[in-house]
């Protein structure tokens, strides 16, 4: 039977460390102590925790009686039985309520006859040594009763009686409390609030008088150790041990309970508050005080009455536990940080770590490298039910079988295993396949148990790749040794014999396997230079080289030969391949020959064409004239007939730019002009060049606008967006075309998309050579030139530009070439002059009569005055004096020099604000021209753009 003595439980210290202290076992400061008042006749009662000095209760005065009262009402509240033994330990007197005993049933009797015989021999041993000791014992001790049924515990206190020969004795039962530090929290402040009811002090204050009364042990709680005369002491006096704080509010109190009684409110809500005591020593001490405003009756003004009780000891366990908690907190900041900083440690390790925190893997957590070898994102977690149920996108595969959950190695860790040097695949749901190989063992827990498991996995892939990679060479070059179209040796480095050759190597230099087997290289290699090369190789890497070897019969035959030094069992050899060139030399040497000739050939025609392209475009230029002036003049029956003509002309005129284009491209005699140039302005000039053609097909044309500016020649990169663009409308039935710049992979690109037939992808190369056209056999004049991506090509290939196409056949095409950005941001934006519409006075130099009488033809059809002249001097004379409004002037003069010069000379005669237009069918020299601030029409020249020219000069 357990029995605890001169102590009490940690749940009894904590709430009653104040209260109880008249019966602990130290030395007990109150001059008058329970057995004294156990010392009565028997009719006197004491309770547990209670201080009661009081006499026989008959005859008691009114405080007395109310000291009785107050003491049998803390013996019912509270489960506490008062008694007294004789020298014999037979009980003497007895008081309980709670437990349904007194005197007249337990007289006589002794601790054997109500206990069972353990409890009774400890509680004996306990009251024999109080008659030994004579001082006061306060023990707690656990007791069954006689019949039998549970443990019940008991706070005791024992002393002997003064003047008697016997024992004063106080049991208060604590199961309660005992039971409840084993509880929830909750459930032990309740414990506490009820075990602290018994160790309440009792007051009353007087609010008329001032006078606060109470017992001796209220006063100990404010620091009094003697009860004052009649248990009473001033307001004043009592507010002298409470905290400086605290006497403002106490104060409060009581002048709000006076007021209350002058309303003649009273018995209203309950006043609850804490006070702090200030002791002798400077200590605090706290006590939680609970009252309410009460009549006093017989005239008096009033009483504020209630409880006290020390709570000091909770403060402090409120304080430590805050503490605690602040501290735990802390700690787990500290974790947290902590198992941050291992999360980050563990993530820069690159082997892939797994953790399961429990023996069947239910949650499985990894490092960074671990979830990247699966392909999940970090930080999540993984089941191996899901894993089962194959919704992890991967599977572990070991010795070619895929593994179940249960057999994993992380889930037989778990279960107590160790693992070691497992090697495995992880072969995801897209087919990739990773090599591991590593460890799993248990996670080992205080007590020895498996609390889960840890593994850890290299990526090895690389390393197998490697060895399946040497595997399938040893095998290949076992194959290529002997199947290979090429002479394979292998050469002793110190006497250049021949240790194995395959059968290519002596049948191509005519001899037999057993000749061949008797010869070194000094036999067969010709050059001198080339033998100690291909006997002791470089001694490092691969050595490549060109040399003749020597035929059986004599001629010479060159070889290409690629050797390394090679290690076969141990020892060193040198390896060579070799492959029989000579006939590929000799078409080389043809193909050379040939070769030269062509591009001679064709860099004659070429500069043949680009040198004529003048005098090939004067006549066009004539001709459209003249059918323009004509057209006018026919009937509209025979407008037919002009329209067939036009068509001819303009099909003619294109076939003559693009080949004289091709050309000059061929003769390298095109010159790129690099300026900064607006991508904007060109795409716009670009768009209105084909936006009427498109919407003549019911199609649309859409641009996006940029901003940005390149860095090339805009001429050239403009004649290559007219062809992306006419190609585009003219290979597109229903749809769109849509052009605009975008940047890719760092790169700036101005694309062409349209929704026309598309290319099929092995065709995409072909549209890019000359004269080559998809879906045109009849060679439609509709169709173009099939010199336009030629002239694309080498355009690009001048400029250092790269050109991207991607087609689908039948649903449409994009045409992309690469432009450089330029670094500047400030460039002029062009406004197109407006138009006048009168009647100008112009000096046109044309020293083709032909041409210059077609021009002037066209120009006075639209109403202008012609001066024509096929010098500069002719044109000042014919002139007479007056200065023109424009001059007109062809590149290229005779006598006279350059057109340039012409109108130079007519400026300085007549005045720099004579306006000037030069007249070239180059493309590279208007280009030029333009750059000098000449304006330029391009020969040959429609109609309908010298009329719209002619009206902007105005």
Known sequence: MPFIRGRASPLARSAHSQSDADISCAADPQPQSFAAAMAGDGDGHAGGRIDASLPDAAGLPGDAEESERNFRLAMSLGQTIAYRLDRELRITWLYSSSYGYDTAIAYGKTAFDFLD????????ALYREVFRTGKRVRADVAVRARAGGPVRYFEIAVEPVPGKDGLACAAHEISDRVEAEARSRAAADRLRFALGAAGMCEWSWDLGAGIVTGCARLFRLFGIDSLPYGGEMSADAFFATLHPTDRKRIRAVVDNGIAAVDKGLVGGEDISLDLRVVLADGTLRWLATRGRVMGAGNGRDGLLTGLSWDVTSDRFAEHRLRSARREAEERAHQAERLEAEMQTILNAVPVAIWVARDSECRIVEGNRAAYDLVSLSHRT???LAKYGAGDLGYRVVQDGQALSPQQLSIYRAAHGEQLRGVELQVVKDDGTVRWMYGNAVPLIGPGGEVRGAVSTFADITERKTAELLVQESEERYRTLFEMAPLSVVLVEPDTGRFADFNTLAHEGLGYSCEEFANLSLSDVVADVGSLAALRMGDGHGTLQLETHYRHRDGRLLEFAAVGRRVFVNGKPYLQWMGLDITRLKRAEA??????AEAERANIAKSKFLAAASHDLRQPLHALGLYLAVLSAQLADADRPLMT?????????????DDMLDVSKLDAGVVTPRIVDFSLGELIDKVVASHELSARAKGLSVRKVGTTRMGRGDPSLLERVLINFLSNAVRYTRSGGVLIGCRRLEG????EVWDTGVGISEGQTAEIFEEFRQLGNPER????GSGLGLAIVRKIASLLGQRIRVASRPGKGSVFAIEVFESQSRDYLVSLPPERSGR????????DDAQTGEAFGCALGALGHQVVQAGSVAEAVDRLGGIPPDCVIADLHLGGDGRGIEAVNHLRAVFGQGVQAVILAGDAE???????KGFRVLHKPVEYAALRDFIAALG
């Open 925 to 931: 020299a208007a280009a030029a021209i333009a750059a």
């Open 381 to 383: 977690p993984v089941s």
């Open 644 to 656: 067939n003509l036009n068509h001819c002309l303009s099909s003619l005129t294109e076939l003559l």
């Open 117 to 124: 015989q353990e409890s009774a021999e400890g509680l004996t």
């Open 747 to 750: 790169r700036l690109w101005v």
């Open 780 to 783: 439609s004049r509709e169709k």
């Open 590 to 595: 043809d193909l050379r020959e040939a070769k």
């Open 839 to 846: 009647i100008l006075r112009i000096a046109l130099i044309e």
